[in-house]
């Protein structure tokens, strides 16, 4: 089993496979809120679907709307299950703020993974989250 | 983070359901990026366009504007996602501009200011050096914190409408002096600048700068403000870009001209920018649109467009859609710059912007245009081919004496 140790910012506890990146990424014309789609043709994660899944991507990109595209897809029922990151993603934050207060929906979200994580995290089938102490355990 | 009692008691609810949501916001935000407190702003600039916010931006909207929810500072808002007045001309479907009035109507009921435009700082919203605000709209941020001098950190959808309801925003990032410093010096090697290297310099920037603060040397000593405005919206869209170090512009920028003396230098070389022109540019298929003014076009830079289509007439069945805040737009109509613009066939558009309104719905399959902004925007969702080019070779190629 391996684990990572991150900055709880959105507590909760759900599990998902991990889908992941390396690079900087943002739900505002990245990810299909209609489908869960990633269609940012910059992105590695490109045609990969992000339902369900736990995302990792290092950190944020481009849009101040990231937040809305997000919770979007939290209400179409498209949305990962969890958010890590290495720096903070203010998008990922007051995405799951409102996806609480609007659509009563947990994500939570964790930062400070190192950068790399997404080597480890795309070798398990499964990953345990729990925002409240900023823990990632791997199956 | 630390709240003071009276912040303590909106939390808590005791001033009503709105500020307490928008307090449980600035809250969860200021914990999260390790701010020690909230501090009062002079403005605030939020975002209200459907093609962002989609159903979902709607009902957080609605749902501050039904709780009671009021603006406590001047506030004002980025362009829609149609042309509020002509929407139907432009080819936009009803169902689509009923979402977008929705948003209108809860933005109006907040209280904001009706100016539908990303240079709100152009038009007005004018904040002095020194002052706090807290806007979106990430270009006009480069501009608060490197032309005007003002601070402000990039404020993400959702934090917008809580700070502006609230007349406060997390002390963190922009607002502290030890992160306006530049730690990185960009020094632009390549001669004589056209329109499009200001877009493509400033996208190299942000591509490259990561999450240093860049200083920028070389640019032309007669560069107008308006060209800074393309160069900060490019380097906005292509990286975390919140301000460029701009020697002699950016207010107290003499200090951080000194240091850069000692930190990596990194020149810009026409071979640079020509790389960055080989991204954007996806195509050589002639363009059915050609879009002009992301960031919105001053009523200077509507003149400027004037003279160079002046006897041109737009070549077969493409289209020109010249984006520009109402306020421009009535100005350019006053001094007969409109009708000098349209006699060419170009459509003047006002209170919207072409990254965020639905050019694929409207028929749009390869767009032209010397934004580096829409370029990255539109090429990033693959269903739009975009072709990226300097005004004049863009006159050029689509109209004709």
């Known amino acids: 089993v391996k684990r990572f140790n991150g900055r709880p910012l959105i507590g909760g506890r759900v599990q998902g496979a991990p889908l992941c990146s390396s690079r900087a990424f943002t739900f505002a014309h990245g990810v299909d809120p209609e489908t869960g789609n990633v269609t940012d043709v910059r992105s590695d994660m490109l045609g990969k679907n992000v339902k369900g899944t736990v995302l990792y991507y290092p950190f944020g990109k481009g849009s101040t709307t990231a937040s809305a595209w997000f919770l979007e897809a939290v209400r179409l029922d498209n949305a990962p299950v969890a958010i890590l990151t290495s720096s903070v993603d203010l998008a990922a934050v007051i995405g799951s703020v409102l996806a609480d207060e ?38 | 983070l630390y709240l003071d009692k009276a912040q303590e008691d909106l939390l808590r609810g005791e001033g009503g359901e709105a500020k307490q949501f928008a307090m449980e916001i600035l809250a969860k935000v200021g914990d999260a990026v390790g701010a020690d407190s909230l501090v009062p702003i002079v403005s605030a600039h939020v975002l209200a366009h459907f093609s962002s916010l989609h159903q979902a931006g709607v009902e957080v909207l609605e749902r501050f504007a039904k709780s009671g929810g009021r603006f406590s500072v001047p506030t004002t808002v980025d362009p829609a996602s149609i042309d509020l ?105 390549f001669g004589e600048f056209d329109d499009l290297d200001y877009r493509s310099l400033g996208y190299y920037i942000g591509k490259t700068a990561g999450s240093r603060l860049p200083g920028l040397a070389g640019l032309p000593s ?45 020149h810009v070389s026409r071979a640079d920018l020509q790389a960055v022109e080989e991204d954007l540019n996806q195509t050589e298929e002639s363009p059915d649109l050609v879009a002009l003014g992301v960031p919105h076009l001053s009523v200077n830079e509507l003149g400027l467009l004037a003279k160079g289509l002046q006897g041109r007439k737009l070549k077969g069945s493409v289209r020109m ?12 109509d006053r001094s007969g710059i409109t009708a000098d613009i349209e006699s060419s066939g170009a459509r003047i558009t006002a209170d919207t912007d072409a990254e965020i309104s639905p050019l694929k719905e409207m028929g749009f399959n390869v767009v032209m245009t010397n934004s580096a902004k829409l370029a990255e925007i539109v090429s990033s969702e693959g269903e739009i081919k975009m072709r990226y080019a300097p005004i004049k070779k863009i006159i050029e190629e689509t109209t004709r004496k």
């Open chain 1, 102 to 139: 609007i659509y009563g929906r947990k994500i939570p979200v964790i930062a400070g993974l190192p950068l790399g994580a997404d080597k480890v995290l795309s070798s398990s089938s499964l990953a345990h989250v729990d925002g409240t102490n900023g823990e990632v355990n791997l199956d």
């Open chain 2, 85 to 189: 007045r002509n929407w139907e001309g432009f080819g936009i479907k009803e169902d689509y501009a009923r979402m977008q009035f929705r948003l209108c109507e809860a933005y109006a009921k907040l209280g904001g200011i009706q100016c539908w435009t990303c240079v709100q700082y152009q038009v007005c919203n004018f904040p002095k050096a020194g002052e706090v605000v807290a806007w979106a709209e990430s270009s006009s941020v480069v501009f608060a914190n490197s032309v005007i001098g003002c601070r402000s950190n990039k404020i993400t959808s959702g934090t917008d409408i809580a700070g502006a309801i609230l007349g406060l925003t997390p002390r963190f990032g922009m607002l502290l002096d030890e992160n306006r410093k530049a730690q990185v010096k960009y020094s632009a090697d």
């Open chain 2, 222 to 266: 007669d560069v107008s403000s308006d060209q800074v405005k393309h160069l900060g919206a490019a380097a906005a869209s292509s990286g975390p870009v919140t301000m460029v170090h701009l020697p002699g512009i950016t207010p107290g920028s003499k200090t951080a001209t000194k240091s850069t003396e000692t930190m990596e230098t990194v």
């Open chain 2, 321 to 332: 859609f010249v984006y520009t805040s109402r306020q421009a737009s009535e100005m350019a």
